[in-house]
C-alpha cells in the first residue's frame, strides 16, 4: 500500500536554484511525485498553514521566510511515505543532519533548511488537503 506526504520546497532552495537536485533526490529515493506547483504564499496562507506555532519566538521570523519568495508544495507517494521522507530530508537542523540528506546538503540554518516534510500520517493529510484538496488524498 502506497501512502501520501507533502513536502515543501522553501525559499531559500527556490531561489539557489536547488529544486532540480532536491527533486532528483526524492525521486531516487523511490518516492513519486503525485502534484507539484509552485506558489508564493500569501501572509494568511501561511498564517494558517503554521498556525501551531503561532505565539513561538520564531513565529514572526517564520512567517515573513515562508512568504519571501516563491516555494513548491508537492505530493509524494510511496509506502511508508512520512517516515521515509522524514529520512531523506534529514533533521531540521542541518548542522546535525545526516550526511546525505537534503538538509544537510542545501540548508544553511535551522528556519533556512530548504524543505518542509509532513511529521505524521495525521498531518500529511491535513497538509496536502490545505495545498492541493481533498482529491490529492488518494
Known amino acids: 500500500m502506497t501512502d501520501r506526504t507533502l513536502m515543501i520546497i522553501k525559499p531559500d532552495a527556490v531561489s539557489h536554484n536547488h529544486v532540480g537536485e532536491i527533486l532528483k533526490r526524492v525521486e531516487e529515493n523511490g518516492f513519486k511525485i503525485v502534484e507539484l ?10 498564517a494558517e498553514f ?18 519571501s519568495g516563491p516555494t513548491i508544495p508537492l505530493v509524494l ?5 512520512v517516515a521515509l521522507l522524514r529520512e531523506v530530508v534529514g533533521a531540521t537542523n542541518p548542522t546535525v543532519a545526516e550526511e546525505g540528506s537534503i538538509r544537510k546538503a542545501f540548508g544553511t540554518s535551522v ?8 511529521d505524521s500520517p495525521e498531518n500529511a493529510a491535513i497538509e ?6 481533498n482529491a490529492a488524498q488518494n
Not at 111 to 118: I, L
Open 37 to 46: 506547483q509552485m506558489m508564493k504564499l500569501t501572509r494568511a496562507q501561511a
Open 50 to 67: 503554521y498556525a501551531i506555532h503561532k505565539g513561538k519566538p520564531f513565529y514572526g521570523g517564520l512567517m515573513d521566510f515562508m512568504t
Open 77 to 81: 507517494e510511496k509506502a511508508n511515505a
Open 111 to 118: 528556519q533556512r533548511n530548504a524543505v518542509h516534510a509532513s
Open 128 to 133: 496536502v488537503a490545505f495545498f492541493f484538496g
